[in-house]
């Protein structure tokens, strides 16, 4: 169908430094202000869901019906996390009760530039349901993206790059996982990995490799999950980091 470029480790070094530079101006953005950046991917992104559907339809070996299905479930996927980027402060954080004249407060904040191997055979529905979740948090994100279906990640990267998504937030790359994955998982300036997109013995010497540098690890799943179910905040919280602040009373 097309050639795609076959991402080195240079391009992942690359991502990562883009990701690290954007990270302190998007984290620092307000939650709403990020819930109406991942709604506007979702509106640029329907705009061009003949071409999404295609491309499916294409590299899945799904029908028509069905590829445009997984697009409009992709396009929705953007939203439900959209609305998710204001209410995460209300549901995970709270106030602590503590002996003496003090507020205490927990909170969960954003933990930096995060490493996403995408699922290999949901192409589109797979790829937004880990990539928007490290978006929603405040989190950057550096993904590679299916090795035998990359033509809708190439097009997602024209969405986000089209829509109001600054620059450097969101990285991806075509190319073999098994090549950069090593590679990300050991990178010192990456807090986090999700191994959605990898299985078996190469999963877990991804763990061993990101245990080395401390990273928040996402394990990969046993076999690739149900796209369609509702994701819940299990792909949040992983890269959510709980931070608790002391304030004396009428100071």
């Known amino acids: 169908m097309a050639n795609a470029a076959w991402a080195s480790r240079k391009d992942a070094r690359d991502a990562v430094v883009a990701a690290r530079g954007a990270f302190a101006g998007w984290s620092a953005a307000t939650a709403y202000n990020r819930g109406q950046v991942l709604y506007r991917v979702a509106e640029v992104m329907e705009g061009r869901a003949a071409q999404f559907a295609e491309e499916v ?31 995460l402060a209300s549901v995970l954080g709270g106030t602590n009760p503590v002996a003496g004249p003090f507020f ?39 993904v590679v993206s299916s090795h035998d279906r990359p033509l809708p990640a190439i097009t997602l990267s024209e969405v986000l790059a089209t829509s109001d998504v600054p620059g450097g937030v969101a990285n991806l790359l075509t190319g073999d996982a098994g090549e950069i994955g090593p590679w990300l998982a050991e990178h ?20 061993r490799s990101a245990a080395g540098s401390l990273k928040r690890v996402l ?33």
């Open 219 to 251: 394990r990969a799943p046993s076999e690739e999950p149900d796209w369609t179910a509702d994701p819940g905040l299990s792909r949040m919280t992983p890269f959510l980091e709980t931070k608790t602040v002391w304030h004396p009373i009428g100071v």
């Open 104 to 142: 205490d407060f927990s909170v969960p904040e954003p933990s930096g530039v995060v490493a996403v191997l995408a699922p290999q055979r949901s192409s589109l529905l797979g790829l937004v349901s880990v990539l928007a979740p490290v978006l929603a948090t405040g989190c950057t994100a550096v």
């Open 57 to 87: 339809a294409a590299g899945e070996g799904l029908s028509a019906a069905k590829a445009r299905a997984a697009v409009d479930a992709a396009v929705d996927r953007w939203v439900w996390y959209a609305g998710w980027t204001d209410k």
């Open 188 to 207: 010192d300036d990456v807090d986090g990995i999700d191994l959605a997109g990898s299985t078996g013995t190469a999963a877990m010497e991804l763990e």
